[in-house]
């Protein structure tokens, strides 16, 4: 029994399920505190005010408080541009279509699905600011309809609320940030330097040939994506300052790019099986560099030292990767054009012609250089992004994918709610329908712009029954015996706290939040009246049957599929690789990575319970064509740069012209790859100038990465079926580079 019980104490502690609750985080209290405080002194506020319904300013405090600052003042600050752009759109509904139900509702519907469908192009809380512009417009035009010349003081009100639950908690939550721009700036460099750290970690496992390391590789894109989000937060809690955030946003996609990169290389040394000495001893040199990076970066006075040393990097892989002669300038460029005796004269002097390194090494020094050149803007953008330049202009925007069937599937399923809400009171003459329709719009609108909206809206509808239950208590049992303010306060505060844990905590924040931003509405919250039992089920129940129609209308108008999803994303992704070949205006790197990440970020967001294994191979498959579609880009750069001959020019655009108009799995452009490498390969001799047999170099290295990526991802870059999550296919022996063949290649024809 006593070793029974030693072996039981030592397996982990489950923890319960209200353990949010009962054993809450420090950083959790301290939210629910300051929340509540900011949403009581909103309501006590317009309570003395004797403002109509109370209740909107506690509800705005909870909308717009988040955990962090950034957060909580980007969101404050588009709430309240949306109410804006609402109300003045409720107020100019009412001026169309005065007594109109059958032309209101519609342009109702159409300007709600317009805002859902716009928000969706959007991120962060600039699409919340569109979907709040649809709801509020519902619920200003809703509240007005008995009588549409209200509507603007409607509008007015309901503005009064947002503006005063915004300064509430700005007010409460500055008292509990103190030090907000020193730590916001200490935030931004530690986030970045950890990303620089992560890559650089990676990068070293690469060049070790680490069979982890495209694993490790494919989990830093999800930090990044999360990085991302943090860094516009970090500039906005910043407040007036300069542009540490286009550095910082610069210094993110830099370290993408670099990532993507290392998929390449890492690609060519598994074709380069063979050992090259001189590549080999600057690569050790590197990852001494690499693995002395994270102690070096934290010290800003070994910063100068750091670039310098990767220079000196840099300039050892431009040497080796130039072709070099080792014969004096006035002696012909080949030792076949020589005689007899002259080559037996220069081998006693040992000055004959060597190629220094072989093709296959230069290749290699081409792609290490580059990636040397990534690492090296990445650093140079995270030191701008900490400290202030002066008479700095610098602006980078990060490229976002815009989903247009998404947006057009959320812009008609935020028109359908309010139609078929609209039907309902038009049949049932509800006298709660027109909160129905606000609430419907409201719910519909929050959970439109998300790819998968059944599970939010799902955890939606538990908060709004968890805060009809606790409202059914503080009406019933509690507030009709307060007769002030004090009281009032002291009741509603234990309840807040508990949506305020709620949404603290990730498992629960969904319902949390829900609870917190409809529990005070519910509550029927007056100067002069305590609700009756009538009016809190007829009320409440709009309320609660709206956002159970959202959890409908999910499920059925344009109901969510995984792997539809994926397939549709797929597509959307090869669609966008295929215009990448296209000749004309040169596509951008850093959009095409964006693009990438954001797909990327889709994809983990819609795994569910799908396989771990299906969802590997699809994260697999989207970072092998973002860095196919990098590579495409750099060799159309190559071709836009003019020094490669004609003769170089005709094979790689036949590559390019297989890209854009594939076959189904890119046979013909992995064919054309091949060959392109091997004519490419019998170009580099030295009848050419330095200059032209570099960007040969270069053009090698692109395709042998092309031609890899197209032969082992055959499957995922088959666009007419669905990916199913199949190994992805090994080169044949024959797709790997010959040293004795290319050993002859180099010879004169």
């Known amino acids: 029994m006593a070793n029974s019980g030693a072996s039981t104490s030592l397996l982990p502690k489950r923890r319960s399920l209200l353990s949010w609750l009962l054993q809450p985080d420090f950083k959790a209290v301290v939210f629910a505190f300051r929340t509540t405080m900011a949403a009581c002194l909103a309501l006590g506020v ?12 506690a509800m705005t405090v909870w909308s717009v408080a988040q955990l962090t600052r950034g957060e909580s003042l980007s969101k404050a600050r588009w709430r309240i541009v949306g109410t804006l752009i609402g109300s003045t759109a409720g107020i100019g509904l009412h001026a169309l279509v005065p007594q109109a139900p059958w032309l209101f509702f519609p342009l109702l519907a159409i300007w709600v699905g317009v805002c859902s469908g716009l928000a969706t192009f959007v991120s962060n809380f600039r699409a919340y600011a569109l979907v709040l512009a649809g709801y509020t417009c519902a619920i200003v035009a809703t509240d007005a309809a008995p009588d549409g010349n209200h509507v603007f003081m409607i509008a007015v009100s309901r503005g009064s609320y947002i503006i005063l639950g915004v300064i509430c908690e700005t007010l409460v939550a500055f008292v509990f940030s103190p030090n907000q721009i020193l730590l916001a700036h200490r935030a931004l460099k530690q986030t970045l330097q950890s990303a620089l750290i992560v890559a650089t970690t990676t990068l070293a496992s690469i060049l070790r040939r680490g069979t982890a390391a495209e694993n490790m590789a494919r989990q830093q894109f999800g930090t990044m994506l999360r990085i991302a989000d943090r860094i516009e937060f970090a500039e906005i809690e910043m407040g007036p300052h300069g542009h540490e955030g286009d550095h910082a946003r610069a210094a993110l996609a830099a ?23 001189d590549y080999q001893t600057v690569a050790d040199e590197v990852l001494n560099f ?14 100068p030292d750091l670039l310098s040393e990767l220079q000196h990097l840099r300039d050892i892989c431009r040497q080796y990767a130039a072709p070099h002669r080792l014969t004096p300038t006035h002696l012909v460029s080949h030792p076949s054009e020589l005689t007899s005796d002259e080559v037996a004269r220069m081998k006693a002097e040992n000055t004959t012609e060597t190629t220094v390194p072989e093709l296959d090494e230069r290749v290699l020094f081409v792609s290490l250089g580059e990636l ?7 650093i140079l953008e995270y030191y701008a992004s900490t400290h202030l330049i002066r008479g700095d202009h610098f602006h980078f925007q990060r490229q976002t994918h815009r989903d247009s069937r998404l947006a057009l599937n959320n812009g008609v399923r935020a028109s359908m709610a309010v139609i078929l809400t609209a039907l309902i009171y038009e049949v049932t003459a509800w006298t709660e329908g027109f909160h129905f329709i606000g609430i419907a719009s409201l719910c519909v609108g929050l959970y439109a712009t998300q790819e998968n909206p059944v599970l939010g809206t799902l955890n939606f509808l538990r908060g709004v029954v968890t805060g009809y239950v606790v409202a059914f208590f503080l009406v019933f049992l509690f507030m009709p015996i307060v007769k002030v303010y004090e009281p009032l306060i002291l009741i509603l505060s234990c309840a807040m706290m508990i949506g305020g844990l709620a949404k603290a905590h990730a498992a629960t924040a969904a319902w949390g939040a829900a609870y917190s931003l409809l529990m005070p509405s519910m509550l029927g919250l007056s100067n002069h009246h305590v609700m009756n039992e009538m009016q809190f089920f007829n009320g409440n129940m ?7 129609l959202a959890v409908i209308i999910f499920r059925t108008i344009l109901p969510f599929s995984a792997a539809s999803e994926r397939f549709r994303l797929r597509k959307g992704m090869l669609r966008e690789l295929r215009h990448l070949a296209q000749p004309g205006r040169l596509p951008s ?7 990438g990440m954001d797909r990327f970020s889709c994809i983990l967001r819609h795994a569910g319970n799908t396989p771990p294994q299906i969802i590997e191979a699809f994260i697999r498959g989207t970072l092998a064509t973002l860095t196919l579609g990098l590579n495409i880009i750099r060799l159309r750069t190559l071709m836009d740069r003019e020094y490669l001959p004609e003769s170089a020019r005709r094979p790689i655009a036949l590559v390019l012209h297989y890209i854009e108009f594939p076959t189904r799995r890119y046979a013909q452009a992995a064919q054309a790859a091949t060959m392109a490498i091997r004519r490419l390969r019998e170009m580099d001799t030295p009848s050419h100038d ?6 040969i170099t270069r053009a090698i290295t692109y395709l042998m990465i092309i031609a890899h990526i197209l032969r082992t991802n055959r499957n995922f ?13 090994t080169p044949s022996p024959a797709d790997k580079p010959a040293p004795g063949k290319i050993q002859a290649a180099q010879q004169p024809g």
């Not at 317009?46 to 300013?57: C, F, G």
């Not at 690499?290 to 910063?303: G, M, N, R, T, Y």
């Not at 040397?372 to 990445?378: K, M, P, Q, S």
């Not at 330095?690 to 960007?695: D, K, N, S, V």
């Open 372 to 378: 040397l050149g990534d690492l090296e803007r990445a």
């Open 717 to 729: 870059l088959d666009p007419t079926k669905p990916f199913t999550g199949e190994e992805l296919s």
């Open 46 to 57: 317009a309570l003395w005010m004797e403002l109509d319904s109370p209740a909107w300013a």
């Open 690 to 695: 330095i200059i032209t047999r570099l960007e």
């Open 255 to 277: 370290i993408s790019v670099l990532l993507a990169r290392g998929f390449g290389i890492a690609s060519q040394l598994h074709l380069f099986a063979r050992h090259h000495s």
């Open 542 to 548: 709009a309320t609660v049957l709206a956002a159970a």
């Open 589 to 595: 790197i850093n959009a095409w990575v964006a693009h």
């Open 290 to 303: 690499l693995d002395a990076f994270p102690k070096v970066i934290s010290d800003e006075s070994l910063l």
